[in-house]
């Protein structure tokens, strides 16, 4: 198959939606990370997409809308909670777990009773999403255990060949994937860490937000059991070893420095990610991208200084230390 290459021009974009409507494959940009779309409907094009990425089948997708109107086509017993979230988060990095309505083939939710919705901040998302007049079921555009991709580039790089089209547009401006927020039980809760924090919510909310407490683990493999499928897959792994340096800052830098020239002198190439921790929103903007540059220039190693774990932190290190495989050096 060759892929297409389209612009985010409105008569790309028309392409992008016929393609769409005939049961295939595009990728599209959204202000997270760049999503591999298919009609959301359609059983088959969705099973398509678990075959282009490698993913496991029962990981459930999310289902990309461009009105706050279309969550009621979607979702059974819609809580004045939701749309209190729905309007003032959308469009942008939220998503809603919800009870689903039967229109939602099991295909796309991995068989679950409820379904993923989220209407992103990108207008080339959205006009594509509105041109197809279809919900779009698209999780990251990356080959499944590789980094999210931010630029359509990244698609090509792992899609190449085997998806119909990618609309290449700006970069992702936040970087990390939507905060993923459970709103079918009593009290919400956080499954997946974004830009859209826990205070975030309780503040809209005005009342308490969970946060699913096994994302506060460091999972050897057994006994993990987050409440979102995808969070205990093998994710965002480099070519290169990774390792997070982690304690007070001035000896994290130091000691980064030291392992640094140590294995230079081996003959090793080494790529260093260090963020100012002051600005975490920078650095969830830049991590992904940051680890396809390291395995871009051929590192051996990436050495990496720990974020504070709090708000958008907490997120950013979410990734890094899967990426890292929970390889920590504590100085
Ligand atoms: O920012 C994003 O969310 C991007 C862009 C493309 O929108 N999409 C994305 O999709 O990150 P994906 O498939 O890579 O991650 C979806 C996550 C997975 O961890 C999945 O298990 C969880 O959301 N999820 C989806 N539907 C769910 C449901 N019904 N219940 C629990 N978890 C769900
Ligand atoms: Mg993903």
């Known amino acids: 198959m060759n892929t297409l290459l389209l612009n985010d021009t409105t008569e790309d974009i028309e392409k992008a939606a016929k393609i769409i409507a005939a049961g295939g494959l595009v990728a599209f940009p959204t202000e997270t ?13 969705v099973d ?26 979607l979702a059974e017993d819609i809580t004045k909670d939701m749309l209190i979230l729905a309007e003032k988060f959308w469009p942008g990095p939220m998503t809603m777990v919800v009870k689903r309505k039967a229109v939602v083939p099991d295909n796309t939710t991995g068989g679950l009773d409820t379904v993923g919705i989220r209407m992103p901040n990108n207008d080339t998302a959205l006009e594509f999403i509105k041109l ?4 779009i079921a698209a999780p990251s555009a990356n080959l499944s255990g590789k980094p999210s991709p931010t630029t359509a580039d990244h698609v090509i790089e792992d899609l190449n060949g085997n998806i119909d089209a990618v609309i290449k547009s700006d970069d992702c401006r936040v970087g990390i994937e939507s905060t993923v927020i459970d709103m079918t039980g009593a009290t919400p809760m956080i499954l997946r860490p974004g830009i859209l924090t826990q205070e975030d919510f309780s503040e809209a909310l005005k009342k308490r937000v969970e946060m699913d407490p096994e994302l506060n683990k460091r999972p050897d493999g057994k006994d993990f059991h987050p409440k979102a499928p995808g969070m205990k897959y093998k994710h965002y792994a480099p070519k290169a070893q990774m390792i997070i340096f982690q304690g007070d800052r001035q000896g994290v830098l130091a000691a980064i420095d030291t392992e640094r020239t140590e294995r230079e002198s081996a003959g090793e190439k080494v790529y260093v990610i260090i963020y100012d921790d002051d600005m975490q929103k920078n650095a969830a903007r830049r991590f992904f991208s940051n680890l396809r540059q390291a395995d871009k220039e051929g590192a051996d190693v990436i050495l990496a200084a720990a974020l504070t774990e709090e708000g958008v932190g907490f997120s950013v290190m979410n990734r ?12």
Not at 33 to 45: C, Q, R
């Open 132 to 135: 197809a007049g279809c919900p």
């Open 48 to 73: 398509k997409v678990y075959a282009a990425k490698g993913r496991p089948s029962d990981n459930p997708m999310i289902v990309h809308i461009a009105e706050i109107s279309d969550l009621e086509r």
């Open 33 to 45: 990370v760049y999503g591999l779309g298919a009609n959301a409907l359609n059983p088959s094009a």
């Open 320 to 331: 890094m230390l899967k990426s890292a495989g929970y390889n920590i050096r504590n100085v």
